[in-house]
Nanobody, 119 residues
Framework: QVQLVESGGGLVQAGGSLTLSCAAS????????MGWFRQVPGKQRELVALINQAGVSDYADAMRGRFSIARNNSKNTVNLQMNNLKPEDTAEYYC?????????????WGRGTQVTVSA
């Protein structure tokens, strides 16, 4: 069983910063990708950023340059540094980990942490 536990959400004013953290535990392949998605009510969950075990990262265009993702493989953690936050960044943020087992993609989700950005 793989568990992902997020922390670090909260309320911040526009232009401010927050850091989200996610800790993974359980049994999973060391070759994996961890990342963050976000969702607002009534909309689909969308990609924020991903990073693989080699440290190669990717960002959604709207977050590129403002958000930074980093991971610690020895601790199985991934952080998301969010700068210059905007009201439209308000969402529930979910930690994600995916791996391949027998060529099939298996993914896991955290329960989410709320980020609210006030104007």
């Amino acid at each position: 069983q793989v568990q992902l536990v997020e922390s670090g959400g909260g309320l911040v004013q526009a232009g401010g910063s927050l850091t989200l953290s996610c800790a993974a535990s359980g049994s999973f392949n060391s070759l994996n990708t961890m990342g963050w998605f976000r969702q607002v009510p009534g909309k689909q969950r969308e990609l924020v950023a991903l990073i693989n075990q080699a440290g190669v990262s990717d960002y959604a265009d709207a977050m590129r340059g403002r958000f930074s993702i980093a991971r610690n493989n020895s601790k199985n953690t991934v952080n998301l540094q969010m700068n210059n936050l905007k009201p439209e960044d308000t969402a529930e943020y979910y930690c994600n980990l995916y791996e391949y087992r027998d060529s099939m993609k298996v993914e896991y989700w955290g329960r989410g942490t709320q980020v609210t950005v006030s104007a």
